[in-house]
């Protein structure tokens, strides 16, 4: 993808984020959008090399040879397909899909087409995070003990974001879903799931407003998700925490300071360069295509978060603790 372009479908809030990292990256995009008009202006606000008013055209230019998926979430399995069938890679926003039967489709269509399935999973390239699992690793917390990560906020959602069957959820699948990341990231894979509901502060909502999940983690650790859109009060300033047996380490969920705290003097890092992982993501997905290697977040990765999400659904909605599926 060095000088291949990159095809952007859909032109709403992400693709900006990937528009600026392509364009600092010196990646060519080709704008695609159900109307010509914002696929215009979207490539001369970011410098694209093309404009085009719907997807499917998009796809048969031949200077691209990948795709990044920017649609609402009942849009991705069809949306990846199409990439797929035109040749091309694929960069499908987070969640992968609604369901396991869709991210399976997903997963199976990249794999009988020999093509990079990536999920767009950007805190897992945010370098704060990266250096939360490299002390992990290391050893610096010793062996965890508790995972809890709260990511709450006071945000009406209107739009596709309304509607249950759109989303394939609420709060969890979207937003949330990168704590899940996180949680299994750091903490190890998922084995089993308890969560509740509140009473949803928005009706317009279908989906969950806010829901807590306790999970169990390797090791008898446990981990904590509070994700909220309805929580009015709550700072923009919130961190996420590991408590190992030797210190603990306090993470800025916007990836700009962490904290260890605990064994030894405490230690503190900021971090200012490519803070939400958006170029690092798109380095990432362009060395994958490049090597024919999966990038970290492949598509069996993202089916992994996708089914915690799904099981803490399950757990709500039948008030028991839940397995997880592998
Ligand atoms: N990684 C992150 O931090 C992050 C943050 C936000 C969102 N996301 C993910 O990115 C994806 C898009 O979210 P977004 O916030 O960018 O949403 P958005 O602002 O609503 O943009 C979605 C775009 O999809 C296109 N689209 C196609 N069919 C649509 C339909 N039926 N209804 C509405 N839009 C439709 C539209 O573009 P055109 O009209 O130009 O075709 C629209 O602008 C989702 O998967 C979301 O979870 C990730």
């Known amino acids: 993808m060095a000088s291949d372009a990159v095809v952007l479908l859909g032109c709403g809030w992400i693709a900006r984020r990937h528009a600026a990292a392509a364009r600092r990256l010196g990646i060519p995009v080709i704008f695609a959008s159900r109307d010509p008009l914002r696929a215009r202006a979207y490539a001369r606000e970011f410098g694209g090399i093309d404009a085009v ?77 990266r250096r939360v699992r490299a002390w992990v690793d290391e050893g610096a917390l010793g062996s965890l003990r508790e995972v809890h990560l709260v990511a709450r906020g006071f945000r009406r959602h209107a739009g596709w974001r ?73 700072p923009r300033l919130q961190w996420s925490t590991l ?19 605990g064994a030894g003097r405490p230690r503190i890092k900021l971090f200012r360069r490519d803070v939400r992982g958006h170029e690092a993501m798109l380095r990432a997905f362009r060395d994958a295509i490049a090597t024919g290697k999966p990038p970290e977040t492949d598509g069996p990765d993202g089916r992994r978060d996708l089914a915690i999400v799904l099981a803490a659904y399950r757990s709500a909605a039948e008030g028991r603790a839940v397995e997880v599926a592998c």
């Open 53 to 129: 008013g719907d997807y499917a055209g998009a796809l048969t230019d031949g200077r691209a040879t990948a795709a990044v998926v920017c649609t609402p979430h009942d849009r991705h399995v069809d949306d990846t397909l199409a990439v797929l069938a035109a040749g091309k890679h694929v960069l499908v926003e987070k969640p992968i899909a609604r369901t396991i039967e869709e991210a399976d489709c997903i997963i199976a269509a990249a794999r009988a087409a020999d093509r990079i399935l990536m999920v767009g999973e950007n805190v897992h390239w945010m370098p704060a995070f």
């Open 243 to 261: 408590t190992g047996i030797r210190a603990t380490c306090f993470a800025d969920n916007r990836g700009r300071f962490l904290v260890l705290r």
């Open 162 to 234: 309304t509607a249950a069957a759109q989303m394939g959820g609420g709060t969890l699948i979207d937003g949330g879903i990168h704590y899940i990341h996180m949680l299994r990231w750091w903490g190890g894979e998922v084995r089993s799931v308890y969560a509740l509901r509140p009473p949803r502060t928005f009706p317009e909502l279908e989906g969950e407003d806010a829901i807590d999940v306790l999970a169990t983690l390797p090791g008898g650790a446990v981990g904590f998700v509070s994700n909220s859109l309805a929580a009015p009060g709550v």
